[in-house]
T-cell receptor, first 114, second 119 residues
Framework: ETGVTQTPRHLVMGMTNKKSLKCEQH?????MYWYKQSAKKPLELMFV???????ENNSVPSRFSPECPNSSHLFLHLHTLQPEDSALYLC?????????????FGSGTRLTVV | GESVGLHLPTLSVQEGDNSIINCAYS??????FIWYKQESGKGPQFIID?????DKRQGQRVTVLLNKTVKHLSLQIAATQPGDSAVYFC??????????????????FGQGTILTVHP
């Protein structure tokens, strides 16, 4: 366990479904991130929350909707996804300056859109 | 745009050999450079980092070298073991202060190198 927990580990959903990914950290970090990892591509930053305020949205389609109700929890709400959205979605958290010793990843949710 | 990239996508070595994984970066304003290891079914795991004002840092069996002149980063693994088999990513961290007074780190990753260690 890294201290960042993601659920579910695997998710298969149809294009008309609505689902949510959950991330939880109890490391006392104040920034949380969503990354997308597709095959043969570098990890792509999707969203950043710092002290529960969304500070980055890297041109992510509106079918992905993040939510950060408090500094320990982060959600990614999914609706009307496309097959090309199938990927590993990684959550991470970090301390104030993102010093690498504070930047911790979860194990990810493997999403398959059918 | 700014990017971090890898020269070799795969590397195969024999157990006990030394491994060297290379990475090129383009954002000279990054404050940290980090190497991550990712095993199947897991998220990236921190290996070692180096500040932008350093050129070498050593850990247990690993050494990271930073050459700012040519914007090159490398990871050296000594006496490579089968358990070292994984995908290795370099990443650059850029610290950002938001307008609201908060701060966070923004990581940009390279493509990754698959390291396979044969017994």
């Amino acid at each position: 366990e890294t201290g960042v927990t993601q659920t579910p580990r695997h998710l298969v959903m149809g294009m008309t479904n609505k689902k949510s990914l959950k991330c939880e950290q109890h490391l006392g970090h104040n920034a949380m991130y969503w990354y997308k990892q597709s095959a043969k591509k570098p990890l792509e930053l999707m969203f950043v929350y710092s002290l529960e305020e969304r500070v980055e949205n890297n041109s992510v389609p509106s079918r992905f909707s993040p939510e950060c109700p408090n500094s320990s929890h982060l959600f990614l709400h999914l609706h009307t996804l496309q097959p090309e959205d199938s990927a590993l979605y990684l959550c991470a958290s970090s301390s104030s300056w993102g010093g690498s010793y504070g930047y911790t990843f979860g194990s990810g949710t493997r999403l398959t859109v059918v | 745009g700014e990017s971090v990239g890898l020269h070799l996508p795969t590397l195969s070595v024999q157990e006990g050999d030394n491994s060297i994984i290379n990475c090129a970066y383009s954002n000279s304003a990054s404050d940290y450079f980090i190497w991550y290891k990712q095993e199947s079914g897991k998220g990236p795991q921190f290996i070692i980092d180096i500040r932008s004002n350093m050129d070498k840092r050593q850990g247990q069996r690993v050494t990271v070298l930073l050459n700012k002149t040519v914007k090159h980063l490398s990871l050296q693994i000594a006496a490579t073991q089968p358990g070292d088999s994984a995908v290795y990513f370099c990443a650059e961290n850029f610290g950002i202060s938001s307008s609201g007074g908060t701060s966070y780190g923004k990581l940009t990753f390279g493509q990754g190198t698959i390291l396979t260690v044969h017994p």
